[in-house]
């Protein structure tokens, strides 16, 4: 009997912008009017830009299903560009293609509201599928798009299951080792 494979469905996303979500992952205490504006304007256009895909396990416990939401290279380039033009922008854009993707991926899975959204290790299905996607893994653990939220699916909370639990700096499982 062969391993099953998994389908790599597209799924749908309704990420709504929540300033105050927006205000706590850029860090400010107040957004101008004029920005605001700005802001809302590009979550439109991003929003409907969202790539997101679910992979259902092979088996129930196998810990190979997997969903995967990220925007796109035109958004990079978007947000490179009002770096380009103006640094500030340029922050502000970043954080809110940061914002963008996490809100989509809380959308499918509402777990994800308040918690970490740990990085597994990809399986080597999971990394077959991200290749048929134009999207590519290297070994220091990250994915060739900038905003994206690849996370195990179902739900599997906890700084165990990370990829980047030695990196993170809220890593709960990371042993600190004091300098001599």
């Not at 416990?61 to 640094?87: K, N, S, T």
């Not at 599928?129 to 599997?156: C, D, H, I, S």
Request: charged share 25%; net charge negative.
């Amino acid at each position: 009997m062969g391993k099953e494979k998994s389908s790599l469905d597209a799924i749908q996303t309704a990420p709504e912008f929540d300033l105050e979500y927006y205000m706590e992952i850029s860090g400010l205490m107040r957004v101008e009017q004029e920005l605001m504006e700005l802001l809302e304007q590009y979550w439109k256009k991003w929003g409907a830009q969202v790539k997101a895909y679910q992979m259902e396990p092979t088996k129930p416990g196998a810990g190979d299903g997997f969903l995967l939401v990220y925007l796109d290279e035109d958004v990079e380039a978007e947000v490179q560009q009002a770096f380009e033009r103006a640094p500030q922008h340029g922050f502000a854009f970043h954080n809110l293609a940061i914002t963008l993707a996490l809100s989509a991926a809380q959308s499918v899975m509402p777990e994800l509201i308040g918690a970490c959204m740990p990085m597994p290790t990809p399986s080597r299905e999971a990394k077959k599928k991200f290749k048929k996607l134009g999207l590519e893994w290297n070994e220091e653990g990250k994915m060739n798009r900038n905003y994206m939220v690849f996370t195990a699916y179902p739900y599997q909370g906890g700084c165990e299951v990370c990829h980047s639990c030695d990196t993170c700096p809220s890593s709960q499982v990371r042993e600190i080792h004091p300098k001599d």
